[in-house]
């Protein structure tokens, strides 16, 4: 198994909290990305990168920041997190933009 | 827009029957197609993907796609499911944006396995 672990993997917090999900690769791929997946809707992309320092957005960005300042590692902020920010978060990584994605456990976080 | 379509929400099949799973695209060129599976509580798994070459592919666990340029479909078979089986599966699409292939994934289809 690809080696991508998230942190934490349950969180509640309370409405305008600001929340941080770490995502950490052990495998030097170059794509890290950051979905959410909801009932009916599936894996939406938040965000992504194809480097250090060179992340993009992806489907639904609104409310969500990422950083990544090191190959091993992805961050997802949520600035000041919502009810609608309820969902479990999945870290995925990739070697190139076309290549199989590997996923990780996933986060659920909750907003209350 | 580009899109990924999986018509089917919810499949239910008998252990032992086969199985088909639809995926069709919505994309100007031929895109890269992967089909993946998730069980319950866990991250995605890649059961197989398309780039070029043969349209028909094979994939883990005896899961085959066929991709069919004509229909712009990539379904998913199985000749005999079996009760393991039963999981979300997930059709995907590499698209192009801006020098980055994104990925663009369909919402699921659901596959209950009856005894």
């Known amino acids: 198994d690809a080696g991508i672990t998230q942190s934490p993997r349950h969180k509640v917090t309370e409405t305008g909290t600001p929340v941080t999900l770490r995502c950490h690769q052990t495998?030097?791929?170059?794509?890290m990305y950051w979905y959410r997946q909801d009932p009916g809707h599936g894996l939406r992309l938040i965000h992504y990168?194809?480097?250090?320092?060179?992340?993009d957005k992806g489907e639904v960005s609104d409310g969500y920041s990422v950083s990544r300042s090191k190959t091993e590692d992805f961050l997802l902020t949520l600035e000041s997190a919502t009810s609608s920010q309820t969902s479990v978060y999945f870290c995925?990584?990739?070697?190139?933009?076309?290549?199989?994605?590997?996923f990780g456990p996933g986060t659920r976080l909750t907003v209350t | 827009a580009q899109s990924v379509t999986q018509p089917d929400i919810h499949i239910t099949v008998s252990e032992g029957a086969s199985l088909e799973l639809r995926c069709n695209y919505s994309?100007?060129?031929?895109?890269?197609l992967f089909w993946y599976v998730q069980s319950p509580g866990q991250g995605l798994q890649l059961l197989l993907k398309?780039?070029?070459?043969?349209?028909l592919v094979q994939g883990i666990k005896g899961f085959e796609a066929e991709f069919k340029r004509s229909q712009s479909s990539f379904n998913l078979r199985k000749p005999s499911v079996h009760w393991s089986d039963a999981a979300e599966y997930f059709c995907?699409?590499?698209?192009?944006?801006?020098?980055?292939?994104?990925?663009?994934f369909g919402r699921g289809t659901s596959l209950i396995v009856h005894p």
């Open positions: 995907a699409v590499a698209l192009s944006s801006g020098g980055s292939y994104i990925p663009t």
């Open positions: 990168s194809y480097g250090v320092k060179d992340t």
């Open positions: 495998e030097n791929h170059r794509y």
């Open positions: 995925a990584i990739g070697e190139t933009g076309l290549d199989e994605q590997y």
């Open positions: 994309y100007g060129a031929t895109p890269y």
């Open positions: 398309y780039f070029s070459g043969d349209t």
